[in-house]
């Protein structure tokens, strides 16, 4: 992380998704003035001048140099409600707002960059008035951009805050998300289901920057109660179903730390207490697919905008790493994992317009084995869920489009299979789960149809290729919501209703799709 002072510092970042990892000494960060504000790009590409840019709006924000400053990103207005609460919190320029932080003797700490045409300065806030409103700080995005005649500009918007979102959206009416819901916001986390309990795990309040700390819950649909269980390690990104799964006595999660990298979480629930691994070795910014099985975590490929083309092993029994053979993969992002019950399963990602085999790893054999070629290559964004016969792919996309059908693995025929069309919408960030005789999904995001949420769902048995679609759903639709198969049916909890979106807080709410798939109900805290 940057750390904003006036005083010479060794500065040192630890990347965004999709952002480079760099150390600067303080020697490297000028205060030169430049001449003008085209300087920066003068006869090149705006894009390629974006990260030299970068040295020096470090350099004026230290200093306060607010000309050069302005200079350099141009005279965009900037929107903080973080310098004064409960009124517009619309500056005109950049040179307004930096001279309100100032008198706010705000503390300001940069999270990352991104480089490119469009790149961000994600910074956190702190001053009195926030304290006072009882915020401890406040993340704001800065994108900044070049045009045409290579001069910049930058907008910003505020994100959420942090302890308490809801505190914030008292102060912003622009904020919208579930503060009157009986949970907290939560989105981007992974529910367990242990055999008596849904375990809530992870996740962030809304579309933050930080990382906050989100109290863990467990519901009994025996009793019908929620409890308040231990919050997961601090920092710890924690997503998708298949980098979760509870064992006999533990539940099993691969997290991923700006600080700690990436790790395996084990939550105890005789203990109530977590405990971690040590660090995947080597430097990346997500872990890839995941595959978890009785006595092993597998991790093959990269993270998002890391792609990687190994495999590494975790051992739970002896809590120790070992890299894997070579799996005969291309560099990939995103790909899916499963475990079959015999094979760690790893199909779909994105290998830079290249096909990257699926694969598959044998842990008795110790052997990789190359899949067929599945029937949509460059699947990006997908899950895969075993039925305890077949593997399937749902959701995702291949980049202009979402997938209209499912692929169907199967490992005994060693084939695959499309399924008849979906009778709903095809998204995206959808959840599904499998229910013993059919497999359920739900909501999920439109990226590349009307860019909105869905609230439908359908279910669909394999066995007949058939599909069914589920009742009208009487919450909202979502993205980053979490959906898993209890013995009472399906739970959905918290999401996104605005996806793709700054300024908005998750639901925090709870439904409950009856075992016979023809009814909702609410669950209250």
């Not at 430049?34 to 990260?51: F, I, L, Q, R």
């Amino acid at each position: 992380l940057w750390g904003f002072r006036a005083e010479p510092q060794s500065i040192e970042a630890e990347a965004m998704p999709g952002r480079s990892t760099r150390t600067l000494p303080a020697s490297t960060v000028s205060v030169a003035k430049p001449s003008a504000a085209t300087e920066v790009c003068a006869a090149t590409d705006p894009a390629e001048n974006m990260e030299a840019a970068f040295d020096r709006i470090v350099g004026y924000y230290n200093t306060r140099d607010h000309e050069s400053l302005v200079a350099l990103l141009g005279d965009g207005t900037v929107s903080d409600n973080s310098l004064v609460p409960g009124e517009s919190g619309h500056y005109a320029d950049i040179q307004k707002w930096i001279e309100a932080a100032t008198r706010q003797n705000d503390v300001v700490v940069l999270e990352g960059v991104g480089v490119g045409d469009v790149f961000s300065l994600y910074v956190k806030r702190r001053n009195d008035d926030l304290r006072d409103a009882g915020i401890d700080e406040l993340s704001v995005v800065f994108d900044v951009s070049a045009s045409d005649s290579c001069s910049q500009r930058i907008l910003s918007h505020d994100e959420i805050s942090s302890p308490d979102a809801c505190r914030y959206s008292a102060l912003v009416e622009s904020v919208v998300g579930g503060c009157a819901d009986s949970f907290a916001p939560r989105m981007g986390h992974v529910s367990i289901w242990t055999g008596d309990e849904l375990l809530i795990l992870g996740g962030s309040s809304g579309t933050t920057g930080t990382v906050p700390r989100l109290p863990s819950l467990a519901w009994s649909p025996e009793t019908d109660r929620w409890r308040q269980i231990a919050t997961l390690p601090d920092g710890f990104l924690v997503d998708r179903r298949s980098s979760a799964r509870w064992l006999e006595d533990r539940a099993i999660l691969v997290g991923t730390s700006s600080e700690s990298g990436v790790r395996v979480l084990s939550y105890w629930p005789s203990s109530d207490s977590w405990t971690t691994s040590d660090r995947l070795p080597g430097q990346r910014y997500g872990p890839g697919a995941v595959a978890i099985s009785d006595e092993h975590v597998v991790i093959v490929g990269g993270g998002n905008k890391d792609p990687r083309d190994d495999a590494w092993e975790f051992n739970l029994d002896s809590a120790t790493w070992r890299q894997l053979p070579d799996p005969g993969i291309r560099p990939v992002e995103d790909m899916s994992g499963l475990w079959t019950g015999t094979e760690m399963i790893f199909a779909g990602g994105y290998a830079h317009l290249s096909r990257s085999p699926d694969v598959a790893w044998n842990p008795a054999t110790q052997a990789w084995r190359e899949l067929p070629a599945s029937p949509m290559s460059q699947l990006t964004g997908a899950e895969m869920i075993w039925t305890g016969e077949v593997a399937v792919m749902v959701g995702g996309n291949n980049g202009p489009a979402h997938e209209s059908q499912l692929q169907v693995y199967n490992p005994q025929l060693d084939t695959w299979a499309l399924s008849a069309p979906l009778p709903i919408p095809a998204v995206e960030h959808l959840i599904a789960d499998w229910s013993g005789s059919e497999l359920v999904l739900w909501g999920g995001h439109g990226t590349y149809s009307n860019g909105g949420v869905s609230s439908l769902g359908a279910s669909y048995d394999p066995t007949g290729d058939v599909w069914s679609v589920l009742p009208p759903a009487p919450l909202s639709g979502r993205c980053y919501h979490s959906g898993t198969w209890t013995t009472h049916g399906l739970v959905v909890f918290g999401g996104l209703e605005r996806c793709g979106q700054p300024n908005v807080l998750a639901r925090g709410d709870a439904w409950l799709l009856s075992p016979e798939l023809d009814s909702w109900s609410r669950l209250e805290r």
